[in-house]
């Protein structure tokens, strides 16, 4: 990342970004085992949460690139907790939430910036796995009435 704005798709270090908190699951030998992710929330995310839809994240902060991207490293706001992971392709995902706020202003409004955000509806009963295997069979494939590609 750049601390210089020299075209539209890269950020500088004072962009806004809201960082957020998220219970997620592994499953190991069977078991679900939690696990706390720190990742970027994109604008639209963000409008969605706040208005009470049930989500993974605990918390959230509004913050800076700069703050949370140092050196070519991820760091994690403070009142985070310590064993909390980055999420995967972090940079890139940082990035592009940047840009999302950058090209919806509005959603700053939400959150300003240095706020922490607890009182999310957060909820566990639809578990975000990390390690899920998708398998397709021909059972998921949708049945379309015969008259569907026929020209009447």
């Known amino acids: ?15 806004y970004v809201v960082i957020g908190l998220a219970t997620c699951f592994v499953k190991k030998d069977n ?8 990742e970027p929330i994109p604008s639209a995310a963000l409008e ?3 208005k009470g839809i049930p989500t993974s994240y605990e918390m959230a902060v509004a913050t800076t690139v700069g703050a949370v991207w140092s050196n070519e490293t991820p760091q994690a ?13 972090f ?17 700053k409004e939400h959150l300003a910036p240095g706020a922490l955000k607890t009182d999310f509806n957060f909820s566990t009963e ?4 990390l390690n899920a295997d998708r398998t397709v069979s021909t059972e998921d494939n949708v049945k379309q009435h015969s008259h569907t590609h026929k020209v009447l």
């Open 1 to 15: 990342m750049t601390t210089e704005t020299s075209s539209a798709n890269e950020v500088a270090a004072d962009d």
């Open 31 to 38: 078991k679900l085992h939690p696990v706390k992710i720190v």
């Open 48 to 50: 969605a949460i706040l």
């Open 77 to 89: 706001p403070s009142g985070f907790p310590a064993e909390a992971q980055f999420c995967d392709e």
């Open 91 to 107: 940079s890139f995902r940082l990035q592009a939430t940047a840009r999302s706020y950058r090209s919806r202003p509005v959603a």
């Open 126 to 129: 639809r578990k975000r796995m």
